[in-house]
C-alpha cells in the first residue's frame, strides 16, 4: 500500500464548506428569473420531486438559471461567487486538505456543485483537480443542458475512476491508489465505500489524521 500514490478526494457542499452552494449560484444568475421559471415548470418539479430524482430536478434548475446565457457573464458570476464560498469554507477539512498537501497527496474536489465556480476555488485551495458537475454551451452561450451526469453517488466514483486512468504512474483507476475520500452524505456514500480511508465530514474532522 505504501508503494501506490495517495489520492485525497473531497465533496465540497457540506464537508468543505458549511452550506450548499447550488441553489445560491443559480439565484445569484438571477433570482426572479429562476423563481418564475420553476414556477412555469411545476408540474416537471413536483414530480421530480416526488421520485427524488435529484438528476431531473438539477436538469430544470439549470435549464431555467443559464438557459441562453452569455459563456463570459456567467463565468464572470463564477469568480465573484468562488469568492463567496471561500466565506463558508470549513476550518477543519481545508485544514485536513492542506494536511494532504503538505504530505504531497494528489488533491481532487469531486462534486455535484458546478465546476464553473469549483474550478475558481480549486486554484485558491491549490488542488489538482476538480470533478463536478458541468455546463454544456455552443462556445458563446450555455445551452441550458448539463455534459453527462449529475455529479453525484455512483457517478462521483465514476469520475475520480476515469481521471485516475489518465494519471501516469497510476495503473488500475482507484485501485491504484491508497484512496482517503472525505464526504457527509448519501450523495458521497459510493465514493467514500471505495475508500481505503473514508472520512465522514458530519463532525469536526481533526487537521491531522491518528493513523496514516
Same mark, same amino acid.
Given at each position: 500500500?505504501?508503494?501506490?500514490?495517495?489520492?485525497?478526494? $473531497?465533496? &465540497?457542499?457540506?464537508?468543505?464548506? /458549511? /452550506?450548499?452552494?447550488?441553489?445560491? $449560484?443559480?439565484?445569484?444568475?438571477?433570482?426572479? @428569473?429562476?423563481? $418564475?421559471?420553476?414556477? /412555469?415548470?411545476?408540474?416537471? &418539479?413536483?414530480?421530480?420531486? +416526488? @421520485?427524488?430524482?435529484?438528476?431531473?430536478?438539477?436538469?430544470?434548475?439549470?435549464?431555467?438559471?443559464?438557459?441562453?446565457?452569455?459563456? +463570459?457573464?456567467?463565468?464572470?458570476?463564477?469568480?465573484?461567487?468562488?469568492?463567496?464560498?471561500?466565506?463558508?469554507?470549513?476550518?477543519?477539512?481545508?485544514?485536513?486538505?492542506?494536511?494532504?498537501? /503538505?504530505?504531497?497527496?494528489? &488533491?481532487?474536489?469531486?462534486?455535484?456543485?458546478?465546476?464553473?465556480?469549483?474550478?475558481?476555488?480549486?486554484?485558491? #485551495?491549490?488542488?489538482?483537480?476538480? #470533478?463536478?458537475?458541468?455546463?454544456?454551451?455552443?462556445? +458563446?452561450?450555455?445551452?441550458?443542458?448539463?455534459?453527462?451526469?449529475?455529479?453525484?453517488?455512483?457517478?462521483?466514483?465514476?469520475?475520480?475512476?476515469?481521471?485516475?486512468?489518465?494519471?501516469?504512474?497510476?495503473?488500475?483507476?482507484?485501485?491504484?491508489?491508497?484512496?482517503?475520500?472525505?464526504?457527509?452524505?448519501?450523495?458521497? @456514500?459510493?465514493?467514500?465505500?471505495?475508500?481505503?480511508?473514508?472520512?465522514?465530514?458530519?463532525?469536526?474532522?481533526?487537521?491531522?489524521?491518528?493513523?496514516?
Amino acid at each position: 500500500m505504501a508503494d501506490r500514490p495517495v489520492v485525497a478526494a $473531497f465533496d &465540497v457542499d457540506g464537508t468543505l464548506t /458549511r /452550506r450548499d452552494c447550488v441553489v445560491p $449560484f443559480l439565484l445569484r444568475l438571477g433570482a426572479a @428569473r429562476l423563481v $418564475f421559471g420553476l414556477v /412555469r415548470r411545476a408540474p416537471s &418539479v413536483i414530480a421530480a420531486t +416526488a @421520485r427524488r430524482d435529484r438528476q431531473r430536478l438539477k436538469e430544470i434548475g439549470t435549464s431555467v438559471a443559464v438557459r441562453g446565457r452569455s459563456v +463570459a457573464a456567467v463565468e464572470q458570476v463564477a469568480v465573484t461567487f468562488a469568492a463567496e464560498i471561500e466565506k463558508w469554507l470549513r476550518d477543519d477539512t481545508v485544514a485536513r486538505l492542506a494536511w494532504h498537501r /503538505r504530505q504531497g497527496h494528489t &488533491v481532487v474536489l469531486v462534486s455535484a456543485s458546478y465546476e464553473l465556480y469549483l474550478d475558481v476555488l480549486g486554484r485558491t #485551495l491549490d488542488v489538482d483537480a476538480v #470533478l463536478a458537475t458541468r455546463l454544456a454551451s455552443d462556445g +458563446a452561450t450555455f445551452t441550458g443542458a448539463l455534459v453527462g451526469e449529475n455529479c453525484r453517488g455512483p457517478e462521483k466514483l465514476r469520475r475520480l475512476d476515469e481521471w485516475l486512468s489518465t494519471r501516469d504512474g497510476v495503473e488500475g483507476g482507484r485501485r491504484g491508489v491508497v484512496l482517503w475520500a472525505y464526504g457527509d452524505s448519501v450523495g458521497d @456514500r459510493e465514493l467514500l465505500g471505495a475508500a481505503d480511508h473514508p472520512v465522514w465530514a458530519t463532525t469536526p474532522v481533526s487537521s491531522v489524521p491518528s493513523t496514516d
